[in-house]
């Protein structure tokens, strides 16, 4: 080992920077998965697009992200984590500009693939790095901090872009990114310490090509079903088979291919990463559900305007961040599993509010539910990553993290889907119930059909529609409400951290 390695390994970490740094890198990616929702229909007409060609301007970014997430384990240890972290904040930051400049569907969708690729690796290389930079008594914290950029900025993302399209116009949404993106860069080049990469292993290209068609295949499946009427599609179905055949082959791969496949199978012989994992699917797939599901309640049955929807929904975030600081501060100090268990009934308690949900709502009963399903979700978010990596050897962390962070996302895909397809299902067979009672033979409405006005009947229609979307809406919650209490028996198989448990390395300020 040369003087300026050991000079770089014995060098004071400046964990103030770095986690400033990298957090910003995060925020900023994390941000941009809903920060263009609220900008879509100005883009729409700015780009010429149609309704369905504008929502590949979401499902792009998804879709590139998704596939690119697994790479970051092996980039990581081939190439390092401060080189892999500079050359994706750089791309992102040119991608965003990129988005920003485009005039035309193709551009945007293609920047925004980009912006994909390169922004997949940002949340699991910080979630490393900070595990990293840590000593064991101090993960809780550095877990809370972490967790507050992956789950508020989702949350924010809407009313943020929100304010940027009326103050400014839709490119901002995209352009706030460059400032951003330029200090994490100097940041992470500036105060992240270099380490020679772990190992030189070959790359897997089999194993990363079936993984990534099951992913694309699948991402397809779910923002293609809702429009082709799922399976009575033929495109539909080869998507499913796709998927189907290539994560069999993905997984026949993996098992017989010896040490070096693409993905580290090691990590679900670890009990609590394997439940982690699980865990972390089902809160992705709640709270993106719940946040696809508020903004078109809101404005289409409620006639909420965008901005304050915006404000309504943002105070969940709030939440969010007053638990994480909490659990940061006692885990330390409790039992992890407690503070599971109470996130998980709070959060379940969030959804059963909302469930009580009726067509007239005030502002204060939309925010006290979110604030509560924060506070919930924010519990649980600390207590399950710190637990998620208590006995994961470090060797493995960086394909960990990617993992965990590769089943949140597909977990808030599939959630969108489902409450998406359940609501549309949903009210059309409430409005058909509803609709039943519409007879020459109800005295509620014989003076309506007698006098056989058109508006009459059509005001009629309306509010029979409306009705049936709330119930829908409100089966969705109830839906939800169901999933997240059945989940709550499986903490037992999760082991609370030990002093077996495998420490992290100090010196190693980063894993590379």
């Known amino acids: 080992m040369t003087a300026a390695a050991q000079s770089s390994e014995t060098a004071p970490l400046n964990r103030g920077m770095i986690t400033l740094s990298i957090m910003l890198a995060t925020l900023m990616q994390t941000l941009d998965s809903t920060i263009a929702n609220v900008a879509l229909p100005h883009m729409q007409g700015s780009l010429a697009a149609s309704q369905d060609e504008i929502t590949w301007v979401l499902t792009s970014y998804i879709v590139a992200a998704a596939i690119a997430t697994p790479l970051t384990g092996w980039l990581a240890d081939r190439f390092g984590v401060k080189k892999l972290l500079g050359f994706a904040i750089a791309g992102f930051t040119v991608a965003s500009a990129l988005c920003g400049l485009s005039d035309t569907l193709g551009a945007i969708v293609g920047s925004?693939?980009?912006?994909?690729?390169?922004?997949?690796?940002?949340?699991?290389?910080?979630?490393?790095?900070?595990?990293?930079?840590?000593?064991?008594?101090?993960?809780?914290?550095?877990?809370?901090?972490?967790?507050?950029?992956?789950?508020?900025?989702p949350v924010l993302g809407p009313t943020l872009g929100g304010w940027l399209t009326d103050s400014y116009n839709w490119r901002w949404v995209f352009f706030i990114n460059v400032p951003v993106g330029v200090f994490a860069f100097f940041g992470v080049s500036t105060f992240l310490p270099s380490r020679d990469s772990a190992r030189r292993t070959r790359?897997?290209?089999?194993?990363?090509?079936?993984l990534a068609l099951t992913i694309g295949a699948l991402q397809a499946m779910l923002d293609r079903g809702e429009q082709l009427d799922w399976f009575g599609s033929l495109e539909i179905r080869i998507y499913a088979l796709v998927s189907a055949i290539s994560f069999l082959f993905f997984i026949v791969h993996t098992a017989t291919s010896g040490p070096h496949t693409f993905f580290r199978y090691q990590l679900l012989k670890d009990p609590n990463f394997a439940t982690g994992t699980f865990f972390i699917f089902v809160i992705g797939a709640v709270l993106y559900?719940?946040?696809?599901?508020?903004?078109?309640?809101?404005?289409?049955?409620?006639?909420?305007?965008?901005?304050?929807?915006?404000?309504?929904?943002?105070?969940?975030?709030?939440?969010?961040?007053?638990?994480m600081l909490i659990a940061g501060r006692?885990?330390?100090?409790?039992?992890?599993?407690?503070?599971?268990?109470?996130?998980?009934?709070?959060?379940?308690?969030?959804?059963?509010?909302?469930?009580?949900?009726?067509?007239?709502?005030?502002p204060s009963d939309i925010i006290w539910p979110g604030v509560v399903q924060g506070f919930g979700l924010g519990l649980v978010f600390v207590p399950l990553s710190a637990l998620t990596f208590s006995t994961l050897t470090p060797e493995l962390r960086a394909d960990g993290t990617?993992?965990?962070?590769?089943?949140?996302?597909?977990?808030?895909?599939?959630?969108?889907?489902?409450?998406?397809?359940?609501?549309?299902?949903?009210?059309?067979?409430?409005?058909?119930?509803?609709?039943?009672?519409?007879?020459?033979?109800?005295?509620a409405v014989q003076p309506m059909l007698a006098a056989g006005s058109r508006y009459d009947l059509a005001l009629l229609n309306r509010t029979i529609t409306q009705q049936a979307e709330m119930i829908a809406y409100l089966n969705d919650f109830k839906m939800m409400f169901v999933a997240t209490l059945l989940v709550i028996p499986l903490l037992v198989l999760i082991r609370p951290k030990s002093g077996s448990a495998p420490a992290v390395d100090t010196s190693h300020a980063a894993m590379d």
Request: glycine share 10%; charged share 10%.
């Open 112 to 153: 925004r693939l980009l912006q994909g690729v390169f922004g997949a690796s940002l949340v699991p290389l910080s979630q490393s790095i900070l595990l990293d930079i840590n000593p064991r008594e101090r993960q809780g914290q550095a877990m809370a901090v972490w967790g507050m950029g992956v789950m508020v900025g």
């Open 203 to 210: 790359f897997d290209m089999f194993g990363f090509a079936t």
């Open 289 to 323: 559900a719940t946040r696809a599901l508020l903004p078109p309640m809101l404005q289409n049955l409620m006639g909420y305007p965008v901005a304050l929807t915006g404000l309504v929904t943002a105070p969940s975030g709030a939440g969010t961040m007053v638990a």
């Open 330 to 362: 006692i885990l330390r100090h409790v039992d992890a599993r407690a503070l599971l268990l109470a996130g998980f009934i709070i959060a379940a308690w969030s959804l059963w509010l909302m469930m009580q949900y009726t067509i007239v709502l005030a």
């Open 402 to 443: 990617a993992t965990y962070s590769l089943m949140r996302n597909i977990g808030s895909s599939i959630g969108i889907s489902i409450v998406q397809t359940f609501v549309t299902r949903g009210t059309q067979v409430a409005h058909s119930d509803l609709a039943a009672h519409i007879t020459p033979f109800n005295p």
